[in-house]
């Protein structure tokens, strides 16, 4: 066994648990979360403005925001809750990115509230901004779609061509005059082209196409340009043999293109901003479950107590999410199963063929590198309930950060 994925918690931590906390639970690591936000801060401090605004949709919990902000993240908000959400724990201003798209006027109403950076995803959202709240705000910025297809070493990595986000060039230059022209003062640049990357040239390659952009804006529309945002995209290793991308590299092959690029052209002011979720999170939460049933037919089947509407990814994208059995680190993986859920859809299953260790009823089953885009994407299909979350503090204590649902919860918005 030359690659493991080790839980970072073990059977006894979750044997303890069990009194106060019933399976399934989303459980996070603190101290990891502060570790990885050190990091990456400091991939970045050679530039002065650095800000990571953290995808709140990756992980939406006050717990989780306020220990990123005390880190100095900001937050990137995509709705109206999720900016409520920042509200409600005392988070706004510049600290606030909003980037949205197919926003609703309320939306705007509150992000421009709340002093946030608005980030437009259309040329028709200047017109649509200025009549919902009544101008333009100093500062803002907007989202570029190049387009075509995202390539690093003629690998095609994702098709910005069919993505419904951003503007055009052309509309870029349009958009920068038009909002020059109503008083917008600072400009910022935004772009997401691929996701979940492991290689360590999808920042470098998509801040030479941004930085090389920013400079051509700035020259054609005298435009000041405030800020760069590479926006998301870094990717985790869900597979045990998966690489890491190496933040610390990604961080200084920025710094290169920064100095080849922005410095000559007088540029050397712009601060650069990321907006990670799942390179925040995505390894340092897990989704706690129990084995309940065994069923032998056609294949062995595991059947949890978790199912697709507490962890969409595998049943949504057939996304490999690692499978560990506590207690069981060590044993023979020497069964083949299906590891699935309760709904009634063939596609609830967290694992298929998997090899693993025996399995019986009433072994913790954990389910790795689910810090981000899980919980968040629960829903409740078949009336399935969404977990609690659990934060494991840097003390070694543990705290519920959010309640399960319970069946009252589901009956809340019905009329009886
Ligand atoms: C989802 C999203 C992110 C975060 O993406 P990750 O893949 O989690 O890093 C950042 N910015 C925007 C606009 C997004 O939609």
Partial sequence: MEYMKKPFVT??????????????????DEKAIRQNARRLNEAFSWNEGFKEYFAVKATPNPAIMRILHEEGCGMDCSSLTELMLCQ??????????????????????LADRMEAIINLDDITHIDFLEKTIGRIPETVSCRFNPGGYFEISNTIMDSPGDAKYGMTKPQMFQAYRILAAKGAREFGIHAFLASNTSTDDYYPTLAMQLFRLAVELHEETG??????????????????????????????????????????????????FTELGRFMLGPYGCLVTKAIHQKHIHKEYIGLDACACNLMRPAMYGAYHHITVAGKEDAPCDHLYDI?????????????????????????VIIHDTGAHGHSMGYNYNGKLRSAELLLGEDGQVTMIRRAETPEDYFVTLEF
Avoid at 14 to 27: I, N
């Fill in 223 to 272: 435009a000041h340009i405030g800020f760069i945002n590479l926006s998301g995209g870094i990717g985790i290793p869900y597979r045990p043999d998966g690489r890491t991308a190496d933040i610390m590299v990604i961080g200084e092959a920025v710094r290169r293109v920064y100095e080849q690029i922005l410095v000559p052209a007088g540029m050397g002011d712009v601060k650069i």
């Fill in 340 to 364: 699935t859920g309760g709904l009634c859809e063939n596609n609830d299953k967290f694992a298929v063929d998997r090899w693993l260790p025996y399995i019986a009823p009433g072994d913790f």
């Fill in 88 to 109: 409600r724990i005392g988070i706004g201003g510049r600290d606030i990115m909003f980037s949205s798209n197919d926003t609703p006027a309320e939306d705007f109403r």
């Fill in 11 to 28: 059977k006894a931590q979750l044997e303890a648990l069990d009194k106060d906390f019933p399976t399934p639970y989303y459980l996070y």
